[in-house]
């Protein structure tokens, strides 16, 4: 559902573009926002709900919301080195500029290791998710008791 305003959004380029295409001669590929947008938002999408569902689950707070903060953060400042086809752990790659079409072509490899290696990590912390919700369900964990407990006793 965090995805869908995204294709939703890509509708009426679409339809822009093919009615230019149409004009022109020229032909369409209807899927191509679709398919940019899977590759290169999607796993961006899962990796901060991930890393949301993992922090709230453990904590019951908001914390997720400060450490994505520090993260963002830390990923501006990290951010230099995408240009050189260094793509190592940038959750959120873009260029500015219209001209590094070939940047991205040359680094494709690269590139889709790292959409890759995001979507798995953000399964995996699924999976953790859905699991330690459960634990907690049935009253088997409750880690923001020993957070307090913790705090307390000192």
């Given amino acids: 559902m965090t995805i869908?305003?995204?294709?939703?959004?890509?509708l009426i380029p679409?339809?822009?573009?093919?009615?230019?295409a149409a004009q022109h001669g020229m032909s369409v590929d209807y899927l191509a926002?679709?398919?940019?947008i899977t590759a290169w938002l999607l796993p961006t999408i899962l990796t901060t709900t991930a890393v949301a569902f993992l922090f709230t689950t453990l904590t019951n707070t908001p914390i997720a919301?400060?450490?994505q903060f520090v993260w963002s953060i830390f990923g501006i400042i990290t951010a230099t080195n995408i240009a050189g086809g260094y793509y190592g752990f940038e959750i959120a790659i873009r260029y500015n500029s219209l001209g590094n079409l070939y940047l991205m072509q040359e680094h494709i490899?690269?590139?889709?290791i790292n959409r890759i290696s995001y979507a798995a990590i953000s399964i995996v912390m699924l999976i953790v998710s859905i699991y330690l919700f459960n634990l907690k369900r049935r009253g088997r964990l409750n880690v923001f008791n020993g957070f307090k407990k913790a705090i307390w006793n000192r």
């Fill in 14 to 20: 679409t339809i822009q573009l093919s009615i230019f």
């Fill in 65 to 67: 919301v400060v450490l």
């Fill in 4 to 10: 869908l305003p995204f294709f939703l959004l890509s």
């Fill in 109 to 112: 490899n690269a590139l889709m």
């Fill in 33 to 36: 926002f679709i398919k940019y």
